[in-house]
Structure formats: structure tokens, C-alpha cells
């Protein structure tokens, strides 16, 4: 069969790009070259739909291995009892999540989007927002801190079956026992998605859901520095309230809803070779080589804040607590989208994004989402961090001069080739 010359140029060129330049979409990272040689093996080949041991197909006896093993370490990392390592991806955990606790129209309680929240969290445009009945609470427009006396009075107001906590966009860490003590006066489920800062919880760097909300989701991306892809995790299994029973007349245990809701719930086969990536990065996070990583992480992002903050840029809530912030452009007359689109010209990637209480539209926003997790990756340390912010700086009080714009390519790449990215790779 020949080569197909066309798609493999066209990912040495993805290569090319992600080693020479800056790397600040704080949803992304850069895994192990072990990871990838993972993901790129003869696993894709296998349909295994099930779980370890109870499979509709054959020759799932190392695939069961795999599998369980990505299981075990995970639940290793965050020392709980279950683990689904199964979902394609966040919105599918999140997705299966929902399937087996909610009912079509059941009330959820989540922080809008527009304030920091995620798309999975009831945005009308979502299966969140169409299935169910979305109800959400904001952040405080002087502080950018989560308004918990809102949550709280919607809580009581409307009495959803599931209060969600977690974001996309919020840098502060979050009061899980506040949430899950207006969840019990009302008889609401609490579900965490710690997508975003899971590594920082992995490590105790943030306060940790596992005691205080019934479900965790996450991406095994992002600070988990993981292949693409979901998890649903329990500190520990309990009866489901529905009383539903299996064929013996047992109670079924929310284990098994949520595993029915994965599979056949809300996807077919499982993505094997995915699933043993994620495995080799769930053993990377049980190593201290992570745990200097992540440590890293909270302290770039720290002085980041503290460089920003210096050239008068506005970051919501004054700082961060996690590996990312999100800052306000408005005083700086610039648009998100114009700031992207021009920085993307010196080759330093980030994402518009839109801020609380923004007064343009989510295609264009007032605002960008800035993350240190790949640069961090790439072997930055703090003092790193103000040279990023110089040059960001340098691009954006210039947007209208391609002079300075190529000046700063230049310069960025110069820079990065400090930091070598799979140098194994040609």
C-alpha cells in the first residue's frame, strides 16, 4: 500500500508548528512521546464493547489487562473506588454522567458559561441545555469569585436533582463543602468536573471534590497530560436511589449505572488504544517527576499572573490559584478575537474568550484564556514566564504592525528552541 504522503507532510508540519512556537490554550498539553507511541499501536485494531472481564467479543484477554490496569492506576492517583476510563472525551463522561442519574427535563444547576462555565454544564445550544432543565449560577462582577450566595439561593429556589461544580474558565479554586451543604439540604446530586485543574488536585496543590461531591468527571488532557479522552470517577460506590434492581432483585450499586451508561448508554466500542495511553499516563502521574511538574505548573502560572498584572492587564478575580487565567482586554481596546488572530500570527497560541459580564459577542468576546500547562511541559520555569508576557505584551500594543508582529516571530522562535519537543522525533 503506498504511503500517504499528503496527511503524514501535513502532521510533520503540526510538529513543526507546535515545536516552534508558544503554546498557551490552557486546555492543551504535550504528552510523552511513551503516550503517543500508545495511542499509534495495533490496539485501535480491537473491538472490546463491555468491560474487563464481562465483553461481547472475544480476544479481549489482554485488552482486559489494559484496560484494568489504566483502571487501577487511576483510581491509585486520586484514591477512589470506581473508575469509568472508558468516554471518548469530557462531554461524554459528563454525557453518561447525566444519562444515569437525570431524566429529560430534570433541573441542573451549573456556572454559565458566559462566567466561566462550560458548554456540558446546561448551555442551551448543548445536549446539557436540551435534554435537561438549565438553571445557573454566575460569578461576582467586583471580584470574579464564584457568587455561592446565588448558588445557594437557586439551589433552594429551584431545587435541582444535580448542582454542578467546576469550569473552563475560573482560576480560583472552589468551596466543594459549601456546594455540597445546600446539595443535602435540597436532595441534590453534586457532580465535580475537574477537567481543568485535575492535576493540581491529583497532587493536593487544590482542595479536592472526592469527599464532598458524588461524582467526579475530568479530561485526561490538560493538566493530566494524558491522551484525549474522559473519566468518571466515585470516592466510593453507594446504592442508587432509583431502586433499581438487577435480575436477582439485588439493589443496584450507582456503579452500575454509570458503567450502563457509558456502554450501551451513550457509546459502542471503547477506544483501546486511547484507553492504554491513558493507562501510561495515569502511571506518569504516580511518579515524583510529576509531582515537580504540577508543583511548576501553579508557580508559572502565579508569575504569569503576577507579569500581567505589572503591564496593567486586568485578570479576572486579581490572580490564580490553578494553572490558568483569564484576562479582561477591555482597557486595552482590543478585542479576544483580535488578539487571538494577531498573536497567532507571532506564532504564541491562545483562545479568545469571553469574560464575565461581556458586552461582545462569543465570536468576537472581550477577553483570552491564557495556560502555562505546555510550556511548563516544554521545561519553563518562572522566570520564563515574564519573557511570554513581554512578548504578548509587545504584539498586542502593536496589533497593526506586521513589522513588530514578524520582529516577535522571530523572537519566539529563537526562544522556544531553547525547550526541544520530542527531540526522539526527526
Known amino acids: ?68 490496569l489504566a483502571i487501577d492506576r487511576i483510581k491509585e492517583v486520586f484514591n477512589c473506588e470506581y473508575a469509568n476510563v472508558q468516554p471518548h472525551s469530557g462531554a461524554q463522561a459528563n454525557a453518561a454522567l447525566m444519562l444515569a442519574i437525570l431524566q429529560p427535563g430534570d433541573k441542573i444547576l451549573g456556572l454559565d458559561l458566559s462566567m466561566g462555565g462550560h458548554l456540558t454544564h446546561g448551555s442551551p445550544v448543548n445536549f ?16 470574579g469569585l464564584i457568587d455561592y450566595e446565588m448558588l445557594e439561593e437557586k439551589a433552594r429556589a429551584e431545587k435541582p436533582k444535580l448542582i454542578i461544580a467546576g469550569a473552563s474558565a475560573y482560576s480560583r479554586d472552589i468551596d466543594y463543602p459549601r456546594i455540597r451543604k445546600v446539595a443535602d439540604e435540597i436532595g441534590a446530586f453534586v457532580m465535580c468536573d475537574m477537567a481543568h485543574p485535575a492535576g493540581l488536585i491529583a497532587k493536593g496543590l487544590l482542595s479536592s471534590p472526592f469527599d464532598h461531591c458524588h461524582f467526579v468527571t475530568s479530561t485526561t488532557h490538560k493538566t493530566l497530560r494524558g491522551p484525549r479522552g474522559g473519566i468518571i470517577l466515585m470516592k466510593k460506590d453507594f446504592e442508587n436511589p432509583f431502586g433499581l434492581k438487577d435480575l436477582k432483585g439485588n439493589t443496584r450499586m450507582m456503579s452500575n449505572l454509570l458503567d450502563m451508561a457509558v456502554f450501551p448508554g451513550t457509546q459502542g ?75 497567532d500570527k507571532a506564532h504564541i497560541t491562545l483562545n479568545k474568550n469571553a469574560v464575565p459580564y461581556d458586552d461582545k459577542s462569543p465570536f468576537v468576546t472581550s477577553g483570552i484564556r491564557v495556560g502555562v500547562p505546555a510550556v511548563t511541559t516544554r521545561g519553563m520555569k518562572e522566570e520564563h514566564m515574564q519573557t511570554i508576557v513581554d512578548l504578548i505584551d509587545k504584539v498586542l500594543m502593536n496589533v497593526d504592525d506586521e513589522a513588530v508582529i514578524n520582529s516577535v516571530k522571530e523572537e519566539v522562535f529563537t526562544f522556544m528552541a531553547q525547550f526541544p519537543l520530542y527531540p526522539e522525533l526527526p
Do not use: W
Open 128 to 143: 446539557s441545555g436540551k435534554l435537561y432543565q438549565p438553571h445557573f449560577y454566575t460569578v461576582k462582577n467586583d471580584t
Open 1 to 68: 500500500m503506498q504511503r500517504d504522503t499528503v496527511i503524514f507532510d501535513l502532521i510533520d508540519k503540526e510538529l513543526e508548528r507546535q515545536r516552534k512556537g508558544i503554546e498557551l490554550i490552557a486546555s492543551e498539553n504535550f504528552t510523552s512521546l511513551q503516550v503517543i507511541q500508545a495511542m499509534g499501536t495495533s490496539l485501535t485494531n480491537k473491538y472490546a464493547e463491555g468491560y474487563p472481564g464481562r465483553r461481547y467479543y472475544g480476544g479481549c484477554e489482554v485488552i482486559d489487562q489494559i484496560e484494568q
Open 269 to 343: 466500542g471503547p477506544l483501546e488504544h486511547v484507553i492504554a495511553a491513558k493507562a501510561v499516563a495515569f502511571g506518569e502521574l504516580l511518579t515524583d517527576e510529576y509531582t515537580t511538574y504540577i508543583t511548576q505548573v501553579q508557580k508559572n502560572a502565579q508569575a504569569m499572573a503576577k507579569a500581567f498584572v505589572a503591564k496593567d492587564y486586568n485578570i479576572i478575580s486579581g490572580g490564580t490559584d490553578n494553572h490558568l487565567m483569564l484576562i479582561d482586554l477591555r482597557n486595552k481596546n482590543i478585542s479576544g478575537k483580535k488578539a487571538q488572530e494577531t498573536l
